[in-house]
């Protein structure tokens, strides 16, 4: 049994799991005159954000940040289960596309911590959530790189 055997599907678990985390948690906190706190989770900005009339750009952070890691997990899943196919057809054509936007959230948070700083509009905190979704991200790209080496030349 190689390593390869056993850490392929504890990933295959990891990934789903912190993915949700990083959903539900709260990604930053930002505190203002000391006084008031915010820590919103991914979600609550996605609905934040539709119910402040921002439709178009909640529905492109919704698809960026949840949809697209989400079928790239289930990409990287059947292509693992699957020894060719469909999974591989999908595996091969579209998550190396969806690879591509993997950690744009965990930059978008960055910059955003960064600008709330520099201002002095608010200090900005790092929260689990946050670190969750990059753990996913990582894991994600790990496990396609292992499922990409396993399945042979492309």
């Not at 439709?55 to 952070?61: C, D, F, K, P, S």
Request: hydrophobic share 55%.
């Amino acid at each position: 049994m190689s390593a390869l055997s056993i850490i392929r599907p504890a990933l295959l678990v990891a990934a789903p799991f912190f993915l949700a985390l990083g959903l539900i948690l709260p990604l930053v906190r930002f505190e203002t005159l000391y006084f008031f706190d915010q820590t919103p989770s991914l979600i609550e900005i996605v609905a934040s954000l539709w119910k402040g009339g921002d439709g178009l750009l909640a529905a492109i952070v919704a698809l960026v940040s949840i949809v697209l890691p989400f079928l790239k997990m289930i990409g990287i899943a059947a292509e693992a289960m699957t020894a060719g196919g469909a999974g591989s057809l999908f595996y091969r054509r579209v998550v190396p596309h969806l690879s591509k936007w993997s950690m744009m959230d965990v930059l978008l948070v960055a910059i955003v911590i960064a600008a709330a700083k520099t201002t002095g509009l608010a200090d900005a905190f790092t929260q689990p959530g946050l670190w969750c979704y990059a753990a996913s991200s990582m894991i994600s790209g790990l496990l396609h790189s292992l499922t990409g080496d396993a399945s042979g030349p492309k």
